[in-house]
């Protein structure tokens, strides 16, 4: 990206320099345990990466909204690179709210597919009120950003089906996980907008 060096914050360089570490580290440890199937992951990760840096000015990104990006990217390697006794960390039951098996709730895997789709809808909503202030305060500004992120959690499972196809060893999951991934999907999409649209009225109610 020409000019990055000059242009990123002290913040910025700090929240990439950290991405990069635990990408660089989970690709190396995926490479030795022969994980074929997370390497996908890892090529999304460098194109998600490209894209937010070669729009980084131009979109206006604020800094936490790329610390929660990089989070999420975090959380994801994380659950597919850290042993959790016959299976990784996706796999790892967190609350025993209801079901078994593949109906589990609440898993790690739950969790950080509505934390993921749920920030993908703010990003989608701050490109949103970037490009066109003039929509702020309605509800399509809103609306659209939450089943835009549910599409991407789509395409997200299209990646997974893609890794099976390729791997047929993974910890991907059945039918079942499947379209848990995209309700958790959906509700973390969902509840990020309530939260943005509650911030939103309280700021403008704020102003004199």
């Known amino acids: 990206m020409?000019?990055?060096?000059?242009?990123?914050?002290?913040?910025?360089?700090?929240?990439?320099?950290?991405?990069?570490?635990?990408?660089?580290?989970?690709?190396?440890?995926?490479?030795?345990?022969?994980?074929?199937?997370?390497?996908?992951?890892?090529?999304?990760?460098?194109?998600?990466?490209?894209?937010?840096?070669?729009?980084?000015?131009?979109?206006?990104?604020?800094?936490?909204?790329?610390?929660?990006?990089?989070?999420?990217?975090?959380?994801?390697?994380?659950?597919?690179?850290?042993?959790?006794?016959?299976?990784?960390?996706?796999?790892?039951?967190?609350i025993p709210v209801l079901g078994t098996g593949e109906m589990t709730i609440l898993k790690y895997d739950q969790l950080v597919h509505a934390y993921g789709f749920g920030v993908s809808a703010w990003v989608l909503w701050h490109l949103m009120a970037h490009n066109h202030p003039t929509l702020r305060g309605s509800r399509t500004i809103y609306v659209y950003p939450a089943l835009a992120a549910m599409g991407l959690g789509a395409v997200n499972e299209i990646i997974e089906f893609g890794a099976v196809l390729m791997v047929p060893e993974t910890n991907v999951g059945g039918y079942y996980n499947t379209l848990l991934d995209l309700c958790f999907n959906a509700f973390g999409a969902v509840l990020a907008m309530v939260i943005t649209a509650r911030v939103e009225a309280g700021r403008t109610a704020a102003r004199p």
Do not use: Q
């Not at 060096?5 to 030795?32: H, K, M, N």
């Open 2 to 94: 020409p000019g990055a060096r000059s242009t990123l914050t002290r913040g910025e360089w700090a929240i990439l320099v950290f991405t990069l570490a635990y990408v660089a580290g989970f690709t190396v440890t995926f490479l030795l345990r022969g994980n074929y199937e997370f390497i996908v992951y890892v090529a999304t990760m460098a194109l998600l990466i490209g894209l937010v840096g070669w729009n980084l000015r131009r979109a206006a990104f604020p800094e936490p909204m790329l610390a929660a990006l990089s989070l999420w990217g975090l959380a994801h390697m994380a659950g597919g690179g850290i042993p959790v006794g016959d299976s990784v960390l996706y796999s790892l039951p967190l």
